[in-house]
């Protein structure tokens, strides 16, 4: 067997790695054009379409589900058929959604058209990370992550940005005409550049048993549970953000679409900072647990600042300090939960990536519908991720205390 392996290895020859992460960062790229680009768009959306600025909001939530069932069956099929195939039919459906968005005359099209989005975007998302996995050993996959990492904190700011300019100067179709540019590069890339990374297909990874005992084998896991549920509260934060303040400071506050998407800076600056702060200091003196309790901590002091201002009078400077503060947790939260929660089950990456990527656009898509339900305000923002962050901290209080107990049984059961 260990022949067999060299002599693959042999056949194909590991890609650079700089060239490889590239590509990665290329299709993560696909995932946040397509989220967040059309964010500053939203309120001319609704004027366009004469519909309720709910309505609009929902095509954020359509876009989340369709990408989290989408991850579910692009894992096990990368497994089986390979990662380049599945990368490049996302691509094409990703394009086609696109398309769909651009011509719309209705915001049901519309809708339609982020569903197919999502559904093709689920392959870049998915995957982008996997081809990592399968070209690095576990070295090199941390260092790469965690330089992946701060990119993935400033891509979802530049998105709005772009965004914001685009409707500024040539209205909101633009963002769309944009994407179909962009994922024709990609598929260009993908197809001239990109090898096949996976080398050891299994040709029942889509059996119905396999997925079946995969999965609920990963859902069964607490703490991987809690993992994600962190996680999914931390990235929650942008997407509420996104989903409530286009109203609040471009419609309450007369703020242009331009203007609003170089806020989008702030959040990401907060963010990074929080990266930094855990590479510089808090790595080498706690341990992965610890940090993310220092994150969620955060979140809920940021939470805690959102109401209070909600409450006594909020301007827009106040609102993004706010904001600014739960994402400077959630720096701590995201990198740290994704790691900590993928390092579980190293015998079924595709399975747990798939799993991981559902549940955090599941999540997402939760809390994207909830913030496309309420009122667009500073006040529903605020509870919002209160609730959030506060059933942070408490599952991670008891994961401790959990922890503590079973250590203490462990020095108990050694006691002669």
């Known amino acids: 067997m260990e022949q067999v392996k060299i002599n693959t290895l042999q056949k194909h020859p590991p890609m650079p790695m700089l060239t490889l992460s590239a590509i990665a960062i290329l299709m993560a ?18 004027h366009y379409y004469h519909v309720d600025t709910s309505v609009v909001r929902m095509t954020i939530s359509f ?9 579910l069956y692009y894992g096990p099929a990368s497994d089986k058929y390979g ?28 809708i339609l058209g982020r569903v197919i989005q999502g559904a093709g975007v689920g392959a870049l998302m998915s995957l ?17 992550m965690a330089w992946l990492s701060i990119f993935f904190l400033v891509a979802p700011a530049m998105a709005p940005v772009i965004g914001g300019f685009l409707q500024t100067y ?72 996104y989903t409530i303040s286009p109203f609040i400071f471009i419609v309450d506050y007369h703020m242009s679409p ?24 808090a790595i080498k003196h706690y341990d992965a647990d610890k940090i993310l309790m220092i994150g969620v901590v955060f979140m809920f002091i ?20 706010g904001i600014c503060i739960y994402t400077f947790g959630g720096g701590l939260v995201t990198p740290t939960s994704a790691a900590q929660a993928l390092r579980l089950f190293p015998k079924i990456i595709g399975s747990v990536g798939a799993i991981y990527g559902f549940l955090q656009m599941g999540g997402l898509f939760l809390t994207s519908y909830i913030g496309a339900s309420v009122e667009a305000n500073s006040f529903s923002l605020a509870v919002i ?32």
């Open 83 to 110: 990662r380049k195939g599945m990368i490049i039919i996302g691509s094409v459906v990703y394009l086609i959604g696109s398309i769909v968005c651009y011509s719309s005359e209705s915001i049901q099209m519309l």
């Open 258 to 281: 331009s203007s609003y998407g170089l806020l989008s800076l702030g959040i990401v600056a907060s963010a990074l900072a929080g990266r930094i702060y855990m590479t510089l200091y």
């Open 385 to 416: 991720l209160l609730f959030l962050s506060s059933i942070s901290v408490v599952w991670m209080m008891l994961y401790f205390q959990q922890m503590k107990t079973k250590k203490t049984e462990q020095v108990l059961s050694q006691t002669p």
């Open 170 to 241: 040539f209205g909101w179709r633009s963002t769309f005409v944009f994407m179909i540019v962009f994922v024709l590069i990609l598929l260009a890339v993908i197809i001239t550049f990109l090898p096949e990374t996976n080398h050891y297909k299994n040709k029942d990874a889509l059996k119905i048993k396999v997925i079946a005992t995969n999965y609920l084998e990963i859902m069964k896991h607490g703490r991987f549970l809690m993992y994600c549920f962190v996680m999914v509260a931390a990235l929650s934060g942008i997407i509420v953000f």
């Open 302 to 321: 940021g939470g805690i600042f959102m109401l209070g201002i909600s409450l006594l009078g909020e301007t827009p400077w106040l609102i993004m300090i």
């Open 128 to 144: 982008s990370r996997t081809i990592i996995q399968d070209s690095a050993n576990k070295k090199q996959f941390l260092n790469v």
């Open 63 to 71: 876009f989340l589900i369709s990408l989290a069932f989408s991850q």
């Open 29 to 46: 790229c696909g995932y946040f054009f397509a989220s967040d680009m059309y964010v500053p768009s939203m309120p001319d959306i609704a």
